[in-house]
């Protein structure tokens, strides 16, 4: 290829908008590069590079408050995301399925957790759990985050039932037809046919709710107890006092969880939609 | 009469692919020109190239003596209709067909005149105030067309025109575009993968195979003298015969097929090596057939006469029908010949009842004149 | 699609519906419906709060202090989706032409920042923003500075911008990758340039999925609260962090609940401002 011109179309050949995409690239990953950097960096005042370190980790390590907000955190994630997989596939087959009076009325019901701002569901969910349905504080692990759990999968399953309900648009209704024209009963024709065609959406669906769980920061700083406390609302008590390099140490070991399960869950969820698309 | 378009080695690689390999290509002024090649075989990138939507990896193009290696396709005196029709849905026709016209900020009173004559010579008068979706796929195309002929460019560039269409309004079309380019005196460059339309409506052909140029001719002269084997395959149904080139004289030559029974002579010498294998190409609609009596039994009867000079060993072939398909205008046989070869017989049906009409099963001479067969090396 | 009509199937709808609905009703309408009755009450005493029926929580917001903090979030969330649409419109442009790889690694580009944790991001920006931060280092190498980067409103716009980005890139994205390609090229090839394709052809055909995006961007930014509390000053506040305060602070629930009711009223225009747009311009286009 010698010197010609890219083709008209071809706007990522053409060097302004290179640039443009170098400069937003800039932007969106040099506060986390030099937050990643500086976790390993042996001053404490967070400025100057005065050398290599993993002292920071270890005090993360042996924080136990912030590890064990860590482990809140992860559970609140898991917890939440298989209720709410549950919950979104459930819902979006029976909206799909069914016409049922005042449908339209429901559907922008479900609607709502999504567009409704964080900050109001943040205090909705206060008053809640202080007023109408005060949870235990003396409950044994992990059951005492279950006040989080419940704000956290009410936020997480209309998500997950959008995605389920986009994937269920593109069933081809003979597949089950033909399931039940050989012999298969309503459940198992739902099971055999349904299920697999909904698995990539699935697992899309507890991707985001995973992620929507492990980012919330408004509605479970609502929800949370002095002794449940999330990694996010850790994380918060200790920058509004200052910088320091534990916090760009926890905030690594968080973006590095984040970018594995991301990759972890685009892997299985190409691999999967590629097997079905194969399969067809 | 010059050449409009010169394309000179255009080559066009997306990674290892050559979508189009060095392509060399005189289009002349005034020309209704047509690529034709099955899809996949690189006619589409030749046009986009000559739009200047797909950039050459190799080669040049010049339009009007003009290189357009660094001439944005906004800027060269081609305009295109895209197999989509690519027609803006956000407009009305008048919209559409004055876009371009707009967009070079020609006075507004001079874009409405003109637009009615583009509307008018593609026969869509009156209908400037409607939307893309009023319209029929065959009333969209003729936007696509007025909206690309308003600009007056030197060169039309058709994609597939008239693919979209269905089979009658096709036919109509055909035509119509063959008039409009008489009308307007604009150069066409079609790209179809349809040989009926090719033939029907371009003064010459380009036949494309594998991002190669396979043959550039008038359609007669495709049709009856094809270049290799890909073309007179490609174009209309043939029979080929593989054989040894075993004589070759100015004014005749003959072709040995194996297991035929028969050799092939032709009244025409061949610029080949003689003893190399060469292909012979029958058209289905040049080989006779002829009753060889009621009785099924090979080797008996009295074969028909032959053109003069044709010596008795060639261009004569026995064999018994297997198969018959009725098309209406014609009849399609399927006649099996010595070593279970299968040869493709077409006869018109000129009368409406025919008392000695050929049956699966019966057995029949085939044969041809030396002038029918073309002898292929490639 | 047909649907099937619910009452045909009981057991079906029931084992399909009745958890999710009911998980619905109770952990997100009910608390929400309190909220709602609590805008129209009273605080009497310390945790005492009476639903009398008044209107006074909502007369307050008239108060030019709230009104105020009204205007400037709105006005700071309109201008974020500006920003974010000036930035993102090039890059979605270039996504959705790139080829299949490229388009891959760019989408990865823009959604990891996306995925990770807001509070991560913010604070990334606080360090980088402080005043001996890494940018004023970097002024102060070209002698420029320390420029009061933080705690201001331009760090809540920054903030929101940083934040925000992504969520309008991919709609943006989307929209553009459903235009026919050939309409681009079809304008290209009757004389226009690609400024004027890109407003005459682009825009008009993917404004319903731009106007989407922009709603994206724009109603999480109008209800931020993280990004105004930690990066800004103390007349940067936006309606969450006066909310905030009613129900954390100054405990007037009833207030901050009528707040709360009116920030929600606002999302809700949004949406139905964007609906009646797209819906008009579909009209026209018939």
Redesign the interface.
Known sequence: MSKSRPAPLDYLARWPLRLWIGLVALFLYAPLVTLIAFSFNESRRNIVWTGFTLDWYGAVVNDGDLLEAFGNSLTIAALSTVISVILGALIAVAMWRFRFPLKPAFEGALALPIVVPEICMGVAMLVFFSRVMPWPTDLPWPLDLGAIIIAHISFSFPFVAVIVRARLASFNRELEEAAKDLGASEWRAFIDVLVPHMRPALIAGGLLAFTLSLDDFVITFFTAGPDTVTFPVKVYSMVRFSVTPEVNAASTMLIVVTVLLTAIGLRLQGRDIAKLEGGQ | MSALIRIEGVSKRFGNFAAVDDVSLDIRENEFFALLGPSGCGKTTLLRML???????EGRILIDGQDM??V????RP???V???Y?V???MTVAQNVG??LR??GVARAEIEGRVREALGLVKLDGLEAR?P?QLSGGQRQRV?LA??LI?RPKVLLLDEPLSALDAKLRETMRSELAMIQDQVGVTFVMVTHDQDEALAMACRCGVMHKGQLQQVATPADLYEYPANRFVADFIGSVNLFEGRLALDQPDQARVEVPGLGASIWVDHGVTGATGGTVWAAIRPEKIELHHRGAQADVGGGDPPPLPAGTPVDANLLEGSVRHSSYLGSETVYEIEVAGGRMVKVLRSNVRRYEERAFEVGDVVWLSWSPQAPAVLLS | MTEQPASKAHAAFATTFLAPAFWLIAFFLVPLGIIWAYSFGRTVGLTEIAIDGTFANYARIADPVYVEVFVKSIAYAALTTLLCLVVGFPVALAITFASDRAKIWLLLLIMLPFWTNLLVRTYALMAVLRTEGFVNDMLGWVGVGPLPLLHNNFAVVFGLVYVNLPFLVLPLYSALDRLDRSLLEASLDLGAGHLRTIFEIVVPLALPGILSGLLITFIPALGSYLTPDLLGGPDSQMIANVIERQFKRANDWPFGAALSFILMYLTFIAIAVQAVVTRRREALAR
Not at chain 2, 51 to 57: D, I, T
Not at chain 2, 72 to 75: G, M
């Open positions: 739009a200047g939507l797909e950039v050459p990896s290696a660094n944005a396709p906004n800027k081609v305009n295109m895209f197999q989509s690519a803006f849905p956000h876009y371009g967009i070079d939307k979706d696509a909206r690309a600009k």
